[in-house]
């Protein structure tokens, strides 16, 4: 999981936030499973969408393990991987120069204080259709609600909880359940169950 720091300016920015503890939320990192497990969405992504060639944008760098782009990299073999340690600044809604030809973001953004709103106000901003790892409550949460009831909303739901990664290392179990909400893949269902 990409690991933030919010600094306290006139602007939210997230990056990532080290840390040797392994309980810390933030740092957590999305196993290659979870990634194969969004094959086939892709797949009919690329194919309805017309897309010759897939970039996969994942913009919030994980300091820890960096299995990120080597996982994307396998999962998908004939897609283009961004994966840079940059900052995102989320009150600017317009992809980082160096992600222009993105046409997909796949990631697992912080989650910590209100990580969750604002990185997904971020994405949907850009325009770049998105799968985003996140727990599962944040579709109560209310903070939330705003984003969430804007068109284009659906979620692939995991089969269980996923085992995340901590510094190289598989876990037992996640501390919570997770899902990956879309936005602008025009699925055939709202709900995904795997």
Known sequence: MSSPTIK???TKKIHKKPCSDPRYSDNWNTPKQAYEQLVPFVNKYK?????QHLVIFDPFYNTHAGTTKNYLGEVFPMATIIHKNEWMDLDDPVIPDFAREANLIITNPPYSKKNKRFTTEWMVGLEIPFMSLMPMEGIMLKNMRPVLKKDGFQFIIPNGRICFEVEGKATGSAPLGTTWYCHGLNMNKTMNYL
């Open 47 to 51: 194919q309805d969408h017309g897309i």
């Open 8 to 10: 306290m300016s006139s």
